[in-house]
């Protein structure tokens, strides 16, 4: 019987041991995975643009979910045409945007 005592003993040890390295991977793991899943879900990494929540998206884009922008921001996703005051290259009805978003002007309608 005493054989058998201590063989368990070294089964509870050894299944301690393996949880607790079970769980410092889990951790280091998460942690790496977090900061890449931030920059492939990232509006701005996929050509989107953010705007301001109560503002409208620009001409030629539509508003998705689907990516991420800061807080109170929506993504527009699509292929926003660029404009700048000094040259109107916006079509009829479109206007050139005051405000500035990822350092552009965007044509809205």
């Not at 701005?44 to 689907?66: D, H, L």
């Not at 527009?76 to 040259?87: A, Q, T, V």
């Amino acid at each position: 019987m005493k054989k058998a005592d201590a063989n368990m003993w070294w089964i509870i040890i050894g299944a301690v041991l393996a949880l607790i390295v079970l769980i410092v991977l889990m951790v280091l793991f998460t942690g790496k995975t977090g900061k890449f899943g931030v920059g492939v879900s990232g509006c701005e990494s996929k050509g989107g643009v953010c705007v301001g929540e109560k503002s409208a998206c620009p001409a030629r884009t539509f508003s998705s979910p689907a990516f991420d922008c800061a807080k109170e921001q929506t993504c527009c996703f699509g292929s926003p045409k660029e404009c700048n005051d000094i040259d109107k290259a916006c079509d009829a009805g479109e206007q050139c945007s005051t405000d500035i978003f990822n350092g552009k002007r965007y044509c809205f309608s």
